[in-house]
């Protein structure tokens, strides 16, 4: 069947016109606002109490200058040359037909002289909140159409956290998934302890799409209730000032310390539930061992020094602790630092000790506040998505050792007890994602990414990464696709409707995808015969076999579809309890999937393996990059680089709301004031910071929030490096990770650590240049 075959046949498969349009985004549900039949704005879902601003102008940036409406190959690649330094060449438009034939005839290429393990499949999955049109799973069925390709596993949220829960409560339940409801919570909850704080920023944004933000709601019902919050953070705004929380301003990457002194109050002081501990857990002895004894007790005043809080509120919020219901948090940020494995087995270990995980209101969570939905009840299924079939390929990496493996292939490295080798990439397919946001040292990954043969680029705006590619293909965005949406962490089903044609040129990743699998004679495996309405009308349809198969029921399609276009299962209390509570209720019946069937708060496995950087037992590392180490000589300040409140991640970064908050068009840099007066900084000054790695221009902005000597910057502005024909220059607009070290946690992990990163900051001097990356390349025609 040829393109125009398909074309016909999905033309004549159509969905019904809804009479409620709206469209599901991952940060909320967003209602259209019509006139004389046409979307001119959208407004918030109206049983969101607390919807985010996010989304509001996303109609009026969806043509902006930055968007890709062309098919497009980079000069040279076009004239035969393969590989080099990519970022600074004109790109020159060409029709569809050119492209596709380009791109499919590298694919074939690789595949043939190298094999489908000289393919990386590189795709973060936050392209889509839709369960058809998500770019990732697009990406994968595709590649696995054709043979496989290489794979990543875990993320960058929390990697490390994602790997080193399994050898101690046997699962990553309390993660991304599972927590303990806020219902029980609040009322239950006597302390909450916040380690990194419990930013409301971050639960605007849920991997699947909101409906509902429900976070800061709860929180407020805890405090209502009774609770009392403790942010353990060197940010006083990581938690909302409505919530009256205690500030303890640690010292960034200190937590482990800090928890290990909490243990030794415990222990020295007789607090602790060794009856649960002897039921529940194993290893207490020899973390016990190592908290008390040896030349170096692990006690409030050995902490002090380290953390910066005094040993007498060390010594009293442990008691506090063994006083009250206590609940302990950990953001994500922890574990995304230099031995970021530490803090979070720790924290499990100081719960432990405290003897009521399994219980309302106490045990231990992560992530809460990290993205949305968190806390929120959620129905016991799992929604159907896009099938991406099965990869011939084994071969994989830690999501965050992409540079590693670009610069290094066929170089050994560790990972949760194996040995592995990097492989030989010959070429990288991106699809949906910006890896020049979210990876770390930008000037090294630009070095990494000259290395494949070719690199092609599926996107919808002209970010770093699609200017960093030798084939650009121009993808629709959820507003001119037609989806169903469904959260793993809410209990809805939703319409994402279709508000607007896509600008002519433009195609959707699936329509794409299935031009390519045409010409590599895979199309029948990749379509199964059915367009863009047939497929949300199948994965409806397993939606609702899923949903009557726990006793609920959803409409017939048509009536979902031109209806409300949403559903709302109801969760039943007893579906949605503490976390580990059936375990700690019988641990024979219910085992943990630990070797013993138990917490392991010491682990022989990973005693085993030998790292030096992760041992048997929850221990304290210092970072390379600390201020008591020797490069604070040379860049005195902690930068932590936060999630952004005005876009998820750098998504919609060109648009008008992710910058008005922007002073003289730059990102700004939070400061102490202390820190900016040694420096003669002023609010508003132009300033740069920078360290071994790179330099970034952002505006000065003062704030007592901080500890002083960290600087806040966040993640998200797109990497805009001046004099992009070499490797090294200024980024023009303030992303942070111009400055973060591509260093992995630890070996156990391989997960990124950006948090732990020393810089220094300085008044910029001189003409500024332009920030240029929201309007689109040099582009040939």
């Keep these: 069947m040829n393109i125009a075959q398909l074309d016909a046949r999905a033309a004549a498969d159509s969905l019904p016109a809804p009479r409620h349009p709206q469209v599901v985004t991952h940060w909320g549900l967003y209602r259209a606002v019509m006139e ?277 509120r060390i010594r009293d919020l442990a008691r506090e602790m063994a006083s009250s219901r206590t609940f302990i948090t950990a953001a994500w940020s922890l574990q995304r630092a230099r031995h970021g494995e530490q803090p979070y087995w720790m924290a499990v270990a100081l719960a432990a000790m405290l003897g009521g995980i399994g219980l309302p209101g106490q045990g231990f969570g992560f992530g809460y506040m990290s993205s949305g939905g968190i806390g929120q009840p959620r129905p016991q299924l799992r929604w159907p998505s896009l099938p991406q079939g099965r990869n011939l390929v084994a071969d994989f990496i830690p999501v965050a050792r992409i540079a590693d493996m670009l610069l290094h292939p066929g170089e050994p490295y560790d990972y949760d007890g194996e040995r592995r080798a990097y492989p030989d990439i010959r070429l990288v397919y991106w699809c949906g994602g910006n890896p020049f946001h979210h990876h770390q040292d930008l000037h090294r990954l630009r070095q990494a990414w000259s290395r494949p043969e070719c690199v092609i680029v599926q996107d919808s705006w002209w970010t770093a990464s699609a200017r960093h590619a030798d084939i650009v293909l121009p993808a629709s965005t959820f507003l001119e696709r037609n989806d169903i949406a469904a959260s793993g962490r809410e209990s809805f089903i939703a319409a994402s409707h279709k508000l607007f044609d896509a600008p002519e040129g433009v195609r959707d990743d699936f329509d794409i995808f299935r031009g390519l699998a045409v010409r590599l004679g895979a199309e029948p495996g990749f379509s199964e015969g059915l367009d863009e309405a047939a497929w949300v009308r199948r994965l409806y349809d397993e939606a609702r076999a899923r949903v009557a198969a726990i006793g609920q029921s959803l409409p017939e399609f048509d009536a979902f579809w031109t209806g409300e276009g949403l559903v709302e299962l109801t969760v039943p209390e007893a579906d949605d309890p503490s976390l580990l509570a059936g375990f700690r209720a019988d641990p024979e019946a219910h085992p943990l999937g630990t070797p013993s069937g138990l917490i392991e708060l010491a682990s022989e496995r990973i005693a085993s393996f030998g790292y030096d950087d992760c041992r048997g037992h929850p221990v304290w590392l210092e970072p390379e990059e600390w201020l008591g180490a020797p490069l604070a000589a040379r860049f005195p300040l902690h930068l932590l680089s936060n999630q952004p409140t005005r876009t998820l991640h750098a998504q919609w970064d060109h648009g008008r709301h992710a910058r008005a908050d922007r002073p003289g068009g730059r990102p700004p840099v939070r400061l102490h004031p202390d820190d900016a007066a040694a420096r003669g900084i002023a609010e508003g000054d132009l300033v740069r910071v920078f360290n071994e790695r790179g330099t970034a221009l952002a505006s000065a902005r003062l704030s007592d929030a901080l500890r002083p000597g960290v600087v806040q910057m966040t993640t998200g502005p797109w990497f805009d490096p001046e004099g992009p024909e070499a490797i090294g220059g200024i980024d023009r607009n303030g992303n942070p990770n111009t400055l973060t070290p591509d260093r992995a946690t630890s070996r156990l992990s391989q997960a990124p650590g950006p948090n732990s990163c020393l810089v220094d900051v300085a008044r910029f001097e001189g003409a500024a240049p332009d920030v240029r990356v929201y309007e689109p390349p040099v582009i040939l025609r």
Excluded at 100 to 107: H, I, K, Q, R, S
Excluded at 126 to 147: D, K, P, V
Excluded at 182 to 203: H, K, M, Q, S, Y
Excluded at 222 to 230: Q, T
């Design 36 to 312: 004389e039949g046409r979307a001119v704005g959208v407004r918030p879902f109206d049983g969101d109490v607390a919807p985010s601003a996010i989304g509001l102008d996303l109609i009026a940036d969806r043509l902006a200058p930055a968007r890709i409406t062309a098919p497009a190959v980079r000069q040279s690649f076009l004239e035969g040359r393969r590989g080099g330094l990519r970022g600074a060449e004109p790109f020159v438009e060409v029709g569809w037909d050119t492209a596709l034939d380009l791109a499919a005839g590298e694919l074939d290429r690789v595949r043939r002289e190298h094999g489908n393990g000289a393919i990386y499949g590189g795709s973060y999955g936050w392209g889509s909140a839709g369960r058809f049109h998500h770019a990732q799973s697009q990406l994968h069925r595709f590649l696995n159409c054709i043979g496989g390709y290489v794979a990543s596993r875990q993320n960058y949220s929390f990697a490390a956290g994602d790997v080193i829960l399994p050898h101690v409560i046997g699962s990553s339940d309390g993660l991304a998934t599972h927590h303990t409801p806020w219902r029980l919570i609040a009322g239950e909850a006597e302390l909450v302890l916040c380690f990194g704080g419990l930013p409301e920023r971050n639960a605007q944004v849920s991997s699947g799409g909101m409906a509902r933000h429900e976070a800061a709601p709860a929180l407020a019902g805890i405090r209502a209730a009774g609770g009392r919050f403790v942010n353990i953070s060197p940010i006083r705004d990581d938690m909302g000032e409505a919530l009256g929380a205690e500030w303890l301003a640690i010292r960034p990457g200190s937590d482990t310390a800090l928890m290990l002194a909490l243990a030794h109050v415990l222990i020295a002081e007789g607090r602790v539930d060794r009856a649960f501990l002897a039921r529940c857990t194993t290893g207490f002895d020899r973390l016990e061992a190592y908290i008390m004894g040896g030349d170096e007790p692990r006690s409030p005043e050995w902490a002090e020094p380290l953390t910066g809080i005094p040993a007498a």
